[in-house]
């Protein structure tokens, strides 16, 4: 793949992501050494930096790597924000609510294996509302995990989230665990092949 093409899907992964994007995993995802994906983070942030019809920036931290607006662009992101937090939920959210409810806390990766699609955009509506929050991950110093706000509780008028509906039952509902089993299984082989592949320094 060419360097072109290489810049444009670190973009891609980096907006589909919706979360920060640990290095290495980028690395394996574009098939890069380090000093390559250095090259093309470089890249892709003088790109979008001096196109003034961009309203996307490249920011690196201690989670890894994210696309973000622009801060001059704020004042419509804002707008923006105010109206979907006026807006009811989607069936999406609320099925990406529910599974949160009665599995949390549980990572992003699992959701997306229960539901079987991305749910980037819906988890940055419900943080938004307020109706989730993110948390560390112990097994996953670059991951989150999600679980229900007070807010959220509250909403439905109990304190705890086993107050919900057959909550033992859903929790603990086998083709569920199977679906999380299989996703958590497929993460450790993919970290395990990444440890083997890092270079040592």
Do not use: W
């Amino acid at each position: 793949m060419e360097k072109k093409q290489l810049i444009g899907a670190l973009e891609a992964a980096l907006f589909v992501s919706g979360e920060p994007v640990a290095l290495v995993r980028l690395e394996k995802i574009l098939d890069t050494t380090p000093t390559e994906l250095a090259e093309l983070l470089t890249a892709l942030q003088e790109k979008l930096e001096h196109d003034e019809s961009s309203g996307l920036r490249v920011i690196q931290h201690a989670g890894g790597v994210s696309l973000v607006t622009k801060g001059v662009f704020a004042p419509f992101m804002e707008q923006m924000t105010k109206a979907a937090l006026q807006e009811t939920l989607s069936r999406a959210a609320l099925e990406v609510l529910a599974i949160i409810a009665y599995r949390a806390p549980i990572a992003r990766s699992e959701i997306e294996a229960i539901r079987g699609v991305n749910c980037s955009f819906t988890l940055r509506n419900l943080l938004l509302r307020d109706l989730i929050e993110r948390i560390g991950n112990p097994q996953d110093s670059r991951g989150y995990l999600y679980q229900p706000t007070f807010k959220f509780l509250q909403s439905l008028g109990i304190s705890s989230i086993v107050d919900l509906p057959d909550f033992e039952t859903l929790k603990n509902d086998e083709r569920l665990l199977r679906l999380i089993e299989q996703e958590k299984e497929l993460t450790q082989s993919e970290s395990t092949d990444t440890s083997i592949e890092a270079p040592v320094v």
